[in-house]
């Protein structure tokens, strides 16, 4: 079967790389993809919210079945698209229609069906500019920190923490005036939990799951988790925090709840769901839903899946995902990202990048990447993703930053202190 994998970052690098081994992969295009990717298929450079541009592509080359990597084009309907059009209605979409990405595309949204459902997370309350004055009213007479997000996709950046009354009251002010665009005509204002992050995944059919190998996310730009936020820094898989005991807990109190809310509220799901969790104490809170992979915890769950990811992805799609056993890897993967000089603020792109055939113990996985003449350049601020699979997380780091270290460009930086923390 002819396959398409819609994105252009790590996380569709590590997707081609694995579906490219399956059997059941023919021919393989990534679009738009990135410097990396034609390695594992071909390129085609489309935008991946020119839903036109995607039917025209499906139909000339074929495609049986769809793997939408990046939230937005899910958000913006594309799978419902896809339903709409009888000329490509058949072909199954990896990624939920645009109800089921409303647990990503609203936060005020995804916090109500955590509340219908029973679903441990902190408490909230929404606010509209036409309720502004209330708002500033009840951030008064919170307990601090206090943490205000807009409820549209804001690129990662529309949520603010804020440590006392005034700025969380000039926040508000903002997010409500406009700072965001649409993003932030309603304003979610939530209590601050306080404990320790992490992401699991599942892939659901609508009626039942797989899970994923959990996995932490290291977000700051700066040594021991300094700095401003980035779109991720590295990842590691497994976590030694998540143990078997909590894991358990996660699943009877945050995953079960959740399938069992999307089929009581009829809305029909196959894709990915990301559970972006916080451990308070021994319990999980669940602080997000995203509607797709995380990146770069992508880079280090792939790398840990022995399953074919397309038999996967078509038990999904037949809905008998409640009869696949998935094979994971027992080995641990470590992921650090290189980013370019500057990130997350202004960057430069099109710096020449050397050293990538010299990696010893890890993959490379593509993110801001392009090819120039045979040549490869950075493309964006989030640059490359350096994955190793070893028999523990010290051995995986080491690989990693070594290998890190074997790659060179102007400007290049990433943190060699992923992951020691859980050692
Ligand atoms: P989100 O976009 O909802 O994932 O939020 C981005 C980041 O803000 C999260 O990864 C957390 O680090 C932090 N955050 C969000 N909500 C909370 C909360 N209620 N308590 C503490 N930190 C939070
Ligand atoms: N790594 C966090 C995310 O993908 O949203």
Not at 47 to 52: A, K, M, S, V, Y
Not at 87 to 114: N, R, T, W, Y
Not at 162 to 188: I, P, R
Request: hydrophobic share 45%; net charge negative.
């Amino acid at each position: 079967m002819n396959i398409l994998i819609l994105g252009s970052g790590g996380r569709e690098s590590a997707f081609a790389w694995k579906i490219s081994q399956s059997s059941h992969c023919d021919k393989l295009i990534i679009a738009p993809g990135n410097g990396g990717t034609g390695k594992y298929g071909t390129n085609i450079c489309i935008g991946i919210n020119d839903f036109d541009a995607v039917r025209k592509l499906v139909i000339a080359e074929n495609i049986g079945l769809v793997v939408v990597g990046p939230e937005e084009p899910l958000v913006n309907g594309i799978h419902d698209f896809f339903l709409a059009d009888k000329s490509i209605a058949h072909i199954p979409v990896i990624g939920p229609k645009k109800e089921g990405a409303m647990l990503e595309g609203s936060k005020d949204f995804s916090k109500q069906f955590m509340e219908r459902h029973g679903i441990p997370a902190a408490a909230s309350k929404s606010f509209t500019a036409k309720e502004l004055q209330e708002g500033l009213a009840y951030l008064s007479a919170h307990a601090l920190p206090i943490v205000l997000k807009a409820d549209g996709l804001a690129a990662g950046k529309g949520v603010v923490i804020c440590s006392d009354v005034a700025s969380a009251q000039e926040e508000l002010k903002l997010m409500l005036g406009g700072k965001f665009g649409a993003a932030g005509a309603t304003v979610v204002v939530e209590e601050f939990l306080d404990g320790i992050e992490l992401s699991v995944f599942i892939l659901t059919d609508g009626a039942h799951y797989v899970v994923l190998p959990e996995a932490k996310d290291y977000k700051k730009i700066g040594l021991a988790d300094t700095g401003p936020n980035t779109g991720g820094m590295g990842s590691v898989s497994p976590i030694s925090f998540a143990d078997d005991v909590f894991l358990a807990k996660v699943e009877e109190r945050i995953i079960k709840p959740t399938i069992n809310g999307l089929k009581k509220e009829g809305i029909d799901y196959t894709g990915f769901i990301f559970f972006g969790l916080i451990k308070v104490g021994e319990e999980p809170f669940l602080i997000e839903y995203n509607a797709r992979m995380g990146d770069p915890e992508t880079e280090s769950v792939i790398p840990r899946i022995e399953s074919d990811l397309v038999e996967l992805f078509l038990s999904a799609v037949n809905k008998d995902l409640n009869n696949f056993k998935l094979k994971v890897s027992e080995k641990t993967a470590a992921t650090i990202m290189i980013v370019a000089g500057g990130y997350p603020g202004a960057y430069e792109k099109g710096k020449v990048i050397s050293g990538i055939e010299n990696l010893r113990q890890s993959y490379a996985f593509h993110a801001g990447t392009l090819l120039d003449n045979e040549v490869v350049k950075s493309n964006g601020g989030r640059v490359i993703a350096i994955t190793s699979l070893q028999d523990d997380l010290f051995f995986a780091l080491q690989a990693a930053t070594a290998d890190a270290g074997r790659i060179y460009f102007d400007g290049k930086f990433f943190r060699e202190d992923i992951g020691f923390d859980l050692i």
